[in-house]
């Protein structure tokens, strides 16, 4: 700011008509402030913590930034800005209606569920955009058995006593060992539970063994959506990286090859995996089911320990 006076003020001749006024500099000031939020979402969105879950109230946030700074400003240039910026962002926060995730990211994340949309949105909002999540649900995950199939094991228990198979298999149905309760494991029956403050990330939370447990096919709905970020910022930077993976000397990798050495480089970056000669549990790959899946050849190995 000082170099700033000093420069018009040496140049006072030069700049003439075009040097900034007492007002001018109140606008920028009153700008700078109100845009100071919007700064701190941008960053909060492209933590690694952040996921769609995030979105909505980040733009409940904004808009409430934006009803609340309007009464503060008396500038014709201010207030029509700001009604500007509140259209705008109106205008995309509509669009969320038309895809059930967004409000299905708000009722998964456990610090959040229900609660959230009851306690900040009217009826006529929430009513439909939680059946919307609730159809999202019955259609994709509530009657998908390969999620239960694949969950988590539990840890073997110590050798139990021999009681004799017919006796045992009574002593599990009387105490309901091993079996998933269907009126847990429901989006609508945990979106109105009670909210819970969590440690970690919503998508962490969910990846922990004894919620893949409790929660079989709504965890993997969680998981599906939860893995979704806020922004395309990494995405596209991971889009970028690719470019300098096939340089003209690599041109013979296939797309799916590609997309193998940029995840798995994005992962090593990020710290979700360790190669084992770290200590690390080594490569997350899991072993090809179809005939025709196409392995990952030595050249491609090589990126990969490249990467």
């Known amino acids: 700011m000082t170099e700033i006076k000093l420069f018009m003020h040496d140049n006072e001749r030069s700049l003439d008509d075009i040097r ?21 979402a941008t960053l909060y969105a492209e933590g690694k913590r952040a996921s769609i879950s995030q979105s909505i109230f980040l733009m409940d946030s904004l ?17 029509r800005s700001i009604e500007m910026g509140w259209f705008v962002l109106d205008k995309y926060y509509k669009m969320t209606d038309h895809v059930p995730v967004y409000a299905a990211a708000i009722l998964l994340d456990p610090s959040s569920r229900g609660a959230y ?18 159809t999202f649900w019955l259609n994709e995950f509530k009657y998908d058995t390969s999620s239960v199939e694949s969950t988590t094991p539990e840890p073997m228990p110590p050798p139990p006593k021999q009681h004799g198979a017919v006796l045992d298999r009574i002593f599990k149905q009387l105490k309901g060992l091993g079996e998933v309760t269907s009126s847990i494991d429901d989006l ?22 004894e919620q893949r447990q409790r929660y079989p096919r709504l965890s993997h709905m969680a998981i599906s959506i939860l893995s979704i970020p806020a922004e395309s910022s990494e995405p596209e930077r991971t889009f970028s990286g690719a470019r300098r993976t096939c340089s003209w000397d690599r ?19 990020e710290g979700y995996i360790k190669p084992s000669s770290l200590n690390g549990m080594g490569l997350p790959v899991e072993p090809q089911l179809e005939d025709d899946a196409e392995a990952i050849d030595d050249d491609v190995a090589d990126l990969i320990e490249w990467v």
């Open 251 to 269: 041109s013979r990798l296939t797309c799916f090859n590609i997309e193998k050495i940029e995840c798995i480089g994005s992962w090593f970056r």
């Open 63 to 79: 808009l409430l930034h934006y009803e609340q700074q309007k009464p503060e400003h008396k500038d014709l240039r201010m207030i």
């Open 117 to 134: 949309l009851k306690r900040n949105w009217p009826a006529e909002w929430y009513e439909p955009a939680i059946d919307a999540a609730n």
């Open 188 to 209: 609508r029956a945990f979106a109105n539970d009670a909210a819970v403050q969590i440690d970690c990330s919503p998508l962490e939370w969910w990846c922990r063994p």
């Open 20 to 40: 900034l006024t007492t007002d001018d500099w109140v606008i920028l000031q009153n700008t700078h402030a109100f845009l100071d939020p919007f700064a701190s």
